[in-house]
């Protein structure tokens, strides 16, 4: 008999539509690492015109889409379920949005002609569409996740995200563009939220940012998280060559 | 119709300084062992920018041009295998090298220091993002689309720019072109009903080949004219199947040119039987393996058909074409077998898994992925690999040696994807990879070897250093 650690319930939602630049990784690495922690991991796949129960999931997922698979969500949100995603995040249920799934959490994403597609709101941020496409290695400075740590990923965004007073960003580009290659952010934190332009995927080469979801997760539901230490060494290196290749490329 | 703002007109004394310039780059690379198959085409155009019009506009039988994501070089070669089995002179990008400057660097080794060529029709395998200006320099009288897959996302943008930017290509072909499409694909299928140039379908028409569920990753779920998810009465692979919008009854064209009967066999060859519009049908035999190259085999006999070859041609032509330069071709290295087999985008990436599993005994892999420009500088896409399928089989698995310059990403996706980590070395060096894996290779074993494109280059080098492999303009 083997015994089942804790049970940890993931939501991946619009797998179908939202899955740009290997998104489905971050569920990957959700999932592996809550098994090697010895936990339960539980996923389900949601898509359009399904009313899931954000409140009953420890963890939801949304990644990135094209523009017309982007519109469709939109409309689901709209119609189906952005009130109850809204309803999740405010009860800090572990939410993370990469890039198209990011932009849908603010107030709007205006369109190069001027048109403004509704966000569920639930974040005081807005996007606007860029003439310039901002692309490449990314490393952010963060303490948003424990001590000071760097995250690194790879970006591909037009849109150009603002955040309004008051919402914090996930952390400080060191090398790239970030929200709108600006002000210097990247992504956004609030509550359990973390919103942000870095796939590549993020969480296999992060491994804090996926232990940290985990832990949200294991910390709302069942009011502790012991996690067991684990063999990062594999990750530690990817990270550390992302970076040093970063770095080189920018000289 | 737009008329033709082709560059064209005799060559002129700039363009032939370009040819003798470009011609001596060609040879002195081969005489260093470089493959110099962009950078002649490069000096070329600064010197003469409408070189590459000017010495195609003679070829009497225009050009073939050959697009999409997977199967261009494959297609392409098969169709060049089947016009020389018409008596037909070809002139061919055959290395690969699908960008202008490639295709011009191509052009110019094919004619004489005179800048002549002496062809009857230009066949070019082309990169999507490139349809437009090779359109515009070149006389296109066919354009061939494959099918379209996510790949190289950071080069072009989301897959609909990439689909956008073959449609506006093809727009602007001469009156008297022709699309060939590929029915089964939504994506390829939908630029025939965008563009007012006359399309020849061509698609799979046997169901026993497909599934009523689709496994793969998605690109066409939607219907493109009203968002409705499409119906799919059958998946041949990942997106391609016989689909049918249930809002707007937008469906997949009935194939001009269909497989109605397909058998595959890895040993024998697969064999296609070919219904034509209004000519007989095709028994067709081809010794490629899988689906995938039954479909490249279909699109190469529905360009040979529009090229005016006859059932004889594409018959023969067909069964010598052999397996393209870097994709699943053997070498012999005292007695081991190395298999080296081009990765680029998940659905090719996948196939691949799938055919060394279908192999007999332990596995033996080095897989290499470098982000170069035209490897594509985003892995992100082998989050789409489905690596999970060569985890399930680690009994089998013997090592995976991890390089290139994403060794270590490669490494953490084995990692995820369930390949215990002590099967896993990184070596991001090549050579010093290839190396490794030979040292643990016995005589009579196999070692795959899966590249990406700048990857697979270095290993050629390095196995041709060695004394094993052909330069690659000879293979």
């Known amino acids: 008999m083997i015994a089942i650690g804790p049970q940890i319930r993931i939501c991946h939602l619009y797998p179908d539509l939202m899955n740009m630049y290997g998104d489905r990784g971050n569920v990957i690495a959700l999932r592996r690492r809550a098994e090697w922690h010895g936990l339960d991991p539980i996923v389900d796949e949601v898509s359009l015109d399904d009313r899931p129960d954000f409140l009953g999931y420890d963890i939801v997922f949304i990644g990135g889409g094209q523009d017309r698979e982007q519109r469709l969500i939109c409309l689901d949100f709209q119609r189906v379920k952005g009130s109850a995603l809204a309803e999740a995040v405010e009860d800090a249920v572990a939410l993370l949005a990469i890039c198209g799934g990011y932009q849908l959490l603010g107030q709007y994403y205006q369109t190069a002609n001027g048109e403004q597609v509704p966000g569920i709101g639930v974040l005081d941020l807005w996007t606007v569409a860029g003439k310039?496409?901002?692309?490449?290695?990314?490393?952010?400075?963060?303490?948003?996740?424990?001590?000071?740590?760097?995250?690194?990923?790879?970006?591909?965004?037009?849109?150009?995200?603002?955040?309004?007073?008051?919402?914090?960003?996930?952390?400080?580009?060191?090398?790239?563009?970030?929200?709108?290659?600006?002000?210097?952010?990247?992504?956004?934190?609030?509550?359990?939220?973390?919103?942000?332009?870095?796939?590549g995927s993020l969480l296999p080469k992060n491994p804090a940012i996926t232990d940290h979801l985990l832990k949200q997760g294991l910390l709302r539901r069942y009011g502790q998280a012991d996690l067991r230490p684990l063999d990062n060494s594999i990750e530690t290196r990817a990270h550390e060559a992302a970076i040093r290749r970063a770095r080189t490329k920018a000289r | 119709m737009a008329p033709s703002r082709r560059i064209e007109g005799p060559l002129g004394p700039r363009g032939l300084v370009a040819v003798w310039l470009a011609k001596s780059i060609i040879r002195l690379s081969r005489v260093l062992g470089l493959g110099g198959s962009t950078f002649p085409g490069t000096v070329a155009r600064r010197l003469a920018p409408g070189i590459l019009g000017a010495l195609s506009a003679?070829?009497?039988?225009?050009?073939?041009?050959?697009?999409?994501?997977?199967?261009?070089?494959?297609?392409?070669?098969?169709?060049?295998?089947?016009?020389?089995?018409?008596?037909?002179?070809?002139?061919?990008?055959?290395?690969?090298?699908?960008?202008?400057?490639g295709v011009t660097a191509a052009f110019i080794d094919?004619?004489?220091?005179?800048?002549?060529?002496?062809?009857?029709?230009?066949?070019?395998?082309?990169d999507e993002a490139t349809v437009p200006k090779a359109v515009s320099e070149l006389p296109v009288r066919i354009l061939l689309v494959t099918n379209f897959f996510r790949d190289q996302l950071d080069r072009f943008g989301e897959l609909a720019h990439t689909v956008e930017l073959v449609r506006s290509g093809a727009a602007r072909l001469d009156d008297g072109a022709r699309l060939l499409l590929n029915a089964d694909d939504p994506l390829v299928a939908g630029i025939g009903r965008?563009?007012?140039?006359?399309?020849?379908?061509?698609?799979?028409?046997?169901?026993?080949?497909?599934?009523?569920?689709?496994v793969q990753a998605r690109e066409a779920k939607h219907c493109l004219e009203c968002g409705e998810p499409y119906d799919y009465k059958v998946y041949y692979y990942a997106h391609l199947g016989k689909?049918?919008?249930?809002?707007?009854?937008?469906?997949?064209?009935?194939?001009?040119?269909?497989?109605?009967?397909?058998?595959?066999?890895?040993?024998?060859?697969?064999?296609?039987?070919?219904?034509t519009a209004d000519g007989p049908e095709l028994d067709l035999t081809i010794s490629l393996p899988g689906l995938y190259n039954a479909y490249n085999a279909l699109a190469a006999a529905?360009?040979?058909?529009?090229?005016?070859?006859?059932?004889?041609?594409?018959?023969?032509?067909?069964?010598?074409?052999?397996?393209?330069?870097?994709?699943?071709?053997?070498?012999?290295?005292?007695?081991?077998?190395?298999?080296?087999?081009?990765?680029?985008?998940?659905?090719?990436?996948?196939?691949?898994?799938?055919?060394?599993?279908?192999?007999?005994g332990a596995k033996r892999l080095v897989i290499a992925i470098n982000d170069n420009y035209a490897d594509g500088t985003d892995v992100s896409w082998l989050w789409d690999v489905d690596f999970e399928q060569l985890a399930a089989a680690h009994a089998e698995i013997?090592?995976?040696?991890?390089?290139?310059?994403?060794?270590?990403?490669?490494?953490?996706?084995?990692k995820y994807a369930g390949v215990e980590t002590n099967r896993i070395s990184v070596e991001e060096d090549i050579s010093a990879a290839l190396a490794l894996a030979l040292g643990r290779v016995e005589a009579g074993q196999t070692l795959y070897v899966l590249p990406t494109y700048t990857a697979m280059l270095e290993v050629r080098r390095v196995i041709q250093r060695m004394g094993y492999a052909r330069p690659f303009w000879q293979a």
Not at chain 2, 111 to 123: N, S
């Open chain 1, 132 to 199: 310039k496409r901002l692309i490449g290695n990314v490393i952010v400075e963060t303490d948003a996740f424990g001590p000071l740590t760097t995250v690194v990923g790879f970006e591909n965004h037009s849109g150009q995200t603002y955040l309004g007073q008051g919402l914090k960003e996930m952390g400080r580009v060191v090398l790239g563009y970030g929200n709108n290659g600006e002000d210097g952010g990247e992504g956004v934190v609030y509550r359990n939220t973390i919103g942000t332009y870095l796939h």
């Open chain 2, 58 to 101: 003679g070829l009497p039988k225009g050009v073939i041009l050959v697009t999409g994501t997977n199967g261009k070089t494959t297609t392409a070669r098969m169709i060049a295998g089947v016009l020389r089995a018409a008596g037909l002179k070809v002139v061919h990008n055959r290395s690969g090298a699908n960008l202008i400057t």
């Open chain 2, 110 to 126: 094919a004619t004489d220091w005179r800048g002549r060529l002496d062809a009857d029709i230009g066949l070019v395998e082309c």
């Open chain 2, 194 to 214: 965008n563009v007012d140039i006359p399309a020849v379908y061509y698609g799979i028409d046997d169901e026993r080949q497909g599934a009523p569920r689709m």
């Open chain 2, 243 to 275: 689909y049918r919008c249930p809002r707007c009854g937008r469906d997949r064209p009935r194939p001009d040119v269909a497989a109605t009967a397909i058998e595959l066999d890895e040993v024998s060859g697969s064999r296609l039987t070919v219904r």
């Open chain 2, 302 to 360: 529905t360009a040979g058909l529009a090229a005016g070859a006859g059932p004889e041609a594409i018959r023969s032509g067909l069964a010598e074409a052999s397996s393209s330069f870097g994709r699943m071709e053997p070498i012999d290295v005292d007695g081991r077998r190395v298999l080296i087999a081009l990765v680029k985008n998940p659905v090719g990436f996948n196939e691949v898994v799938r055919t060394v599993l279908g192999d007999r």
């Open chain 2, 398 to 414: 013997d090592f995976v040696v991890t390089s290139g310059i994403r060794a270590e990403d490669m490494a953490v996706r084995l």
